[in-house]
């Protein structure tokens, strides 16, 4: 096999894979841990499950990659809505909390519901969730322009990324719209503060 009968091969591959792990994300979010097989992802991902199995021998494999791919895609797009760095507060309180009512949030929650009882999961899910955290936060004081080597700063970013998580969970169960937007305005007005 030459080098150019690979390359297509090998971007099938990475199309395969990569609508796997959308596909699981999606599955996650929607049916949560007990309703999300292999084969109900590979069914939506319009492979076999035997394809699926090859990209990702275990459940559980599937679903913590699934969960950190879509964490560094919207990681990515995060710093892409603000190519320059540091922003406007608001828009950037908004685009945190934002990360935590979407459906990457609800497959995440359901990972972490099942880990708190699945063993073999569950260290898996502590480490990812911790890398998550870490780039999020780190993502959080680049676009706040977060002098961290001032007292309470990083303690200030950190209460505001446990706040957007907390309104993810209040959005779970019902539109928390309304409410959000005032939380959010008066988060941004308590960081200019805490910030400058």
Known sequence: MTAVDRAPKQDRSRATRQRLLEAAVACLAEHG??????SVVAE???VSRGAAQHHFPT??????????????????????LFPQGAADRRAVVRALVDLFTGPLFRAALHLWVAA?????????VTELEARVGRETHRIAVDLLGADE???G????VQGLLDMARG??????????????????????????????
């Open 149 to 151: 080597s001032r007292p």
């Open 116 to 124: 708190s009882d699945e063993e073999q999961l569950r260290a898996r």
């Open 44 to 46: 939506r991902a319009g």
């Open 167 to 196: 309104l993810g969970l209040a959005n779970l169960l019902t539109d928390d719209t309304a409410r959000r937007d005032r939380v959010v305005a008066q988060w941004a007005t308590l960081l200019d503060t805490a910030l400058e």
């Open 59 to 80: 459940r559980e494999d599937l679903f913590t990659a699934a969960v950190e791919y879509v964490a560094e895609e919207r990681s990515s797009a995060l710093r892409d």
């Open 33 to 38: 841990w007990a309703g999300s097989t292999v």
């Open 153 to 156: 700063v990083r303690e200030s």
